[in-house]
Every structure is written in structure tokens, then in C-alpha cells.
């Protein structure tokens, strides 16, 4: 009857502590979310040709600057110096 017991006790332990992991998981997952959209200044662009800034969709890894038609990419990271 106490083995019966100290089984039951572990497979306890072992659900709350998956469901522990679970909770945290999803708690800092929610937490990380919001801080990726404060950054409004990576939909600012700099023309590599013609060095015209413009504004443009900071989801896109590429933009076609609007003076010159040239292609930037995103690796770019103005303000710099
Ligand atoms: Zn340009």
C-alpha cells in the first residue's frame, strides 16, 4: 500500500512539474511578444545610391528606394557614427 502511494506521489510531482513548465513556457512567451513592436525607428530607410532617406514597411528585407528605384536591403542599420 506505501509503494502504491510513493507512485501515485511521483506521477503527481511529474504532472504538476510539466504543467509548471508549460505555464512558464507560455507566460514568458507572452512576455517576449510586445517588446519586438517598440522599435519604430527600423521602418526608417537610407538609400545606398542616392542617400534619400524615406520610410517604408519594417517587415521587408528589401526596398526600392523611391528617388532612384535601386534596391536596399535590410542589413543596413542607419544612424550609425
Ligand atoms: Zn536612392
Same mark, same amino acid.
Given at each position: 500500500? %506505501?509503494?502504491? +502511494?510513493? $507512485?501515485?506521489?511521483?506521477? @503527481?510531482?511529474? @504532472?504538476?512539474? #510539466?504543467?509548471?513548465?508549460?505555464?512558464? &513556457?507560455?507566460?514568458?512567451?507572452?512576455?517576449?511578444? !510586445?517588446? $519586438?513592436?517598440?522599435?519604430? @525607428? $527600423?521602418? #526608417? &530607410?537610407?538609400?545606398? %545610391?542616392?542617400? *534619400?532617406? *524615406?520610410?517604408?514597411?519594417?517587415?521587408?528585407?528589401?526596398?526600392?528606394? !523611391? /528617388?532612384?528605384?535601386?534596391?536596399? +536591403? /535590410? $542589413?543596413?542599420?542607419?544612424?550609425?557614427?
Amino acid at each position: 500500500m %506505501i509503494k502504491l +502511494e510513493f $507512485e501515485t506521489a511521483i506521477f @503527481l510531482y511529474l @504532472l504538476f512539474s #510539466i504543467f509548471g513548465f508549460l505555464a512558464i &513556457w507560455l507566460v514568458f512567451s507572452k512576455i517576449k511578444t !510586445p517588446t $519586438e513592436h517598440s522599435t519604430q @525607428l $527600423e521602418s #526608417i &530607410w537610407q538609400c545606398f %545610391i542616392c542617400t *534619400y532617406i *524615406y520610410v517604408d514597411s519594417k517587415h521587408k528585407k528589401l526596398s526600392v528606394c !523611391p /528617388r532612384c528605384k535601386s534596391f536596399n +536591403e /535590410r $542589413e543596413f542599420k542607419g544612424g550609425g557614427h
